[in-house]
């Protein structure tokens, strides 16, 4: 086969590839979307169900009376004017929905709902006076009939305290089992700043106690002796007397 044969083979290939992968990129951006959005007549059901809840943090799964009814609705999604909850009951997590038609004519729908709450369980063994990071934490959803008030359920309320006591993989964490890690050790030198409107001072002292960020201790002025209460802002640093932004 002559050079000019064997360009010409290799460029025809070259532009049916490129064709296909044309078309498979054009057939994804068109597709896409009606896969990977909710459904949006389950989606507004869901927001009115989270509006009476008044809590974000839950997950809801709903089931309705009837499946083909819903379908026929979902069918029927861009002859729908309005969705709203007529009858709504937590007690027993019912509720029954008003759809509105462009036409003026009505259907309704009874359903009932579960929430769950991705809860923040230990995923390793965490020993005792450990600083808990983001990767000793793993999130599961969980029924949240089944969550008791004591169990935190904010993994930002948790990455970074220490642990009072030893927690097993699987292990929920409560408020009273952790601590803020301290920032500073008592006999620590300290920098000791006193800052108002008009006057900012730093001076080096002691520290008579231990604490962690936002608490109050006590400290020692190194050049007059003083003894001064304070807070904590930040590592090895007191703030005496306020500060006015």
Known sequence: MSRYLLVRAFSNLLSRTAL???????????????????DPFDAKIEDLIYEKLGNKQLLIEVQYESKDRIENFRRKQSEI???????????????????????????????????????????????????????????VKTKALRVREQYLVDENDIIGKQTKKNFTAGMLFKNNELIR????????????????????????????GTGAVGDMIKVKNEDTGIVLLGQIISKNTVQVGWHDE
């Open 81 to 139: 004017d309005n969705i709203s909850l007529v009858k709504f009951d937590p007690s027993y997590a019912t509720f029954k929905a008003k759809i509105q038609y462009h036409n003026g004519s009505a259907d309704e729908v009874y359903g009932r709902y579960e929430t769950f709450i991705e809860m923040p369980f230990a995923s390793r063994f965490i020993k005792a006076g450990e600083t808990i990071t983001a990767d000793d934490i793993t999130l």
């Open 181 to 208: 890690p301290p920032v500073i050790k008592q006999n620590d030198p300290v920098n000791i700043i006193y800052s108002s409107e008009r006057i900012k001072l730093k001076t080096s002292g002691t520290a008579l």
């Open 20 to 38: 296909k992968q044309v078309l498979i990129l054009l057939l994804i951006f068109l597709f896409l979307p009606c896969f990977a959005a909710d």
